[in-house]
């Protein structure tokens, strides 16, 4: 009937999703970083991969499942913030075992890449190198601290994806508590269908 509503919403969409485009730049990040910090022998570098994809597959694949269940679309959201949080206790680790610090909430470099908005990797090198070159001015140069203070870029690197992994898991964060508000509200797929049945008996 004119003005009925689909049984089968229209969903999908992912690729506009800020959460679906956050944790893709994470992935690449991600790749990148392992490629050059993690040996790819170690198991390590595999997990952190599969946990990054794993993050941009399950915000694609449950988007695409909502139209047919809001079930399933938020246990898939929540597998990606759960992969997330799994790759950011793998970047910890990382900073942790090799003695690095872990850059605070408030830390204005880590505050500097997220106002950016940095939308490629590119972008996020960009941004290391500029802090890598600030940090560097800020130094006194001299023959022995050239010599014995290591490279900055692994912390760099590694705190700059915690930064963009915690965007991706606030944004999940808030697009879980959205999904499930609609699930109570308005049910899912079954409910619709029990409805549009109990409709058509009625020729409504």
């Avoid at 570098?45 to 679309?73: C, L, P, W, Y």
Wanted: glycine fraction near 6%; include cysteine; hydrophobic fraction near 35%.
């Amino acid at each position: 009937m004119p003005g009925r509503e689909p049984l089968i919403p229209k969903h999908g969409g992912y690729r506009k999703l800020k959460s679906f485009q956050v944790a893709q730049l994470v992935y690449d990040v991600t790749v990148r970083f392992c490629d050059r910090y993690i040996s790819p022998r170690s198991r390590t570098h595999d997990q952190m991969v599969q946990a990054a994809r794993s993050g941009v597959q399950n915000i694609a694949e449950g988007s695409q499942a909502s139209g047919t269940s809001k079930k399933f679309e938020l246990k898939l959201t929540n597998v990606a913030r759960a992969s997330l949080e799994e790759l950011r206790l793998d970047y910890e680790d990382f900073l942790r075992q090799r003695g690095l610090p872990l850059w605070q909430r408030d830390d204005q470099r880590r505050n500097d890449l997220i106002a950016r908005r940095p939308a490629t990797a590119d972008a996020v090198a960009d941004w290391a190198r500029e802090t890598r070159s600030g940090q560097s001015g800020q130094r006194r140069p001299s023959m022995e601290s050239t010599k014995s203070t290591p490279s900055t870029y692994p912390e760099i690197a590694a705190n700059g994806a915690l930064a963009l992994i915690a965007v991706a898991c606030a944004l999940l964060d808030r697009q879980l508590a959205a999904q499930a508000t609609a699930f109570e509200q308005e049910g899912g797929f079954t409910e619709r269908l029990y409805q549009r049945r109990q409709s058509s008996r009625r020729g409504t």
